[in-house]
């Protein structure tokens, strides 16, 4: 068994959750060899990441520490071997490919949705927890905008996050809230999201990797405030030697909206990441992008529920929305699956249509 720990932290809370996760190791042999397959092999890369970080840091001590290290991994046996592999190799011919199975110990996978209000297309979302359930992210992000709000009602409110979570409780990964405008778009909402959910910006860390969890409307809306900009800075500079900063955002900072404006202070916020391998995503435009800032990817994703740009109707709930205009356009239902790699994130989209549980043909 290994134990992962999600180390998370907020303007207001700081703490370690740990979680235990079934058995897992490094890639497989770089070469099979006759025999049986499944011997030990000299593949550490917890260790080689260790001896990367004591070369920078312990110049003077490099050769005493390196050595130190690695007799200590030798002799606790922590020696990778592929994950319960037992196969016969033969000398000749052998009927696959190679035996280089991808479960790097390093590797994990997540899920993101994205926008499903405004105008909510009835079923889609618990469409998309239905298939969530089938993928078994780790955990599942997303990029804001979970209620219709643009209301003081707190009543209203209250029923419309009663309905959110009613969906979300059905998930079976854990849930990470992020708020977009029309979770946080004005002082009564944001009072509800405080009520509910605690801090409005927050990151964690998880198998040596960064994860920054923003709001572009932490007031007035269409701003990140200068306090964020500094909580992030501190979170960065005490953070500096992960392998990866993964960054979620509802408005894009790199894009103008319908006002032509980006939020207040992106340009300070982008600024922290430039010397940091780096991967973005956010919401809030329901039309697919990807670009290409400082050499790292940017997404925006299209939409989990949420309108397109389409024609006008009314949905069976009896609320406006607009019919999505289709892959050629940028709008789709989709989630995003993200294998983090020793490389960085392997990014798929997936189309819940796409997504079919083991019984699928109609009776």
Not at 57 to 80: D, Q, W
Not at 249 to 275: M, V
Not at 322 to 344: A, N, Q
Request: aromatic letters at 10%; charged letters at 25%.
């Amino acid at each position: 068994m290994k134990t992962n720990q999600i180390k998370f932290s907020s303007p207001t809370l700081v703490g370690t959750a740990t979680a235990v996760v079934s058995g897992v190791s490094s890639h497989g042999p770089e070469a099979a060899k006759p025999g049986l397959y499944g011997a030990p092999k000299l593949h550490y890369p917890l260790l080689n990441r260790i001896l990367n970080q004591l070369v920078l840091k312990s110049e003077l001590l490099r050769t005493p520490v390196m050595l130190l290290v690695i007799l200590f991994f030798l002799s606790s046996g922590y020696a990778e071997t592929p994950r319960d592999l037992k196969i016969q190799v033969s000398d000749g011919p052998n009927p696959w490919t190679h035996l280089d199975l991808a479960n790097d110990p390093d590797s994990f996978r997540f899920a993101i949705i994205a926008d499903l209000t405004a105008g909510l297309r009835p079923g889609v979302f618990e469409n998309a927890v239905e298939k969530l359930n089938l993928m078994q992210p780790e955990f599942v992000m997303c990029v804001g905008d979970m209620i219709q709000g643009g209301i003081t009602d707190v009543a209203e409110l209250e029923r419309q996050w009663d309905e959110f979570d009613g969906w979300i409780k059905h998930l079976q990964a854990p849930f990470f809230y992020l708020p977009g405008n029309h979770d946080v778009g004005n002082k009564a909402m944001t009072e509800e999201w405080e009520k509910r959910l605690g801090p409005s910006y927050y990151h964690f860390l998880y198998s040596d990797v960064l994860f920054l969890v923003g709001n572009t409307d932490d007031p007035p809306e269409r701003s990140i405030s200068l306090k964020q900009i500094s909580y992030f800075k501190d979170v960065l500079d005490s953070n500096r030697d992960v392998r990866w900063t993964v960054v979620f955002l509802h408005r894009p900072t790199w894009l103008p909206d319908y006002s032509g404006k980006t939020p207040a202070n992106s340009e300070k916020f982008e600024a922290l990441l430039k010397d940091r391998p780096h991967t973005v995503f956010a919401g809030h435009d329901h039309k697919y992008s990807k670009a290409t800032r400082n050499g790292f990817n940017y997404y925006v994703l299209s939409t989990t529920g949420a309108q397109g740009r389409g024609e006008k109707y009314v949905t069976s709930r009896g609320n406006n929305s607009m019919k999505l205009l289709g892959r050629e356009k940028g709008e789709f239902d989709h989630f995003m699956w993200v294998t983090m790699t020793e490389d960085g994130p392997v990014v798929a989209n997936l189309l819940l249509d796409g997504v079919l549980d083991d019984d699928p043909v109609p009776e």
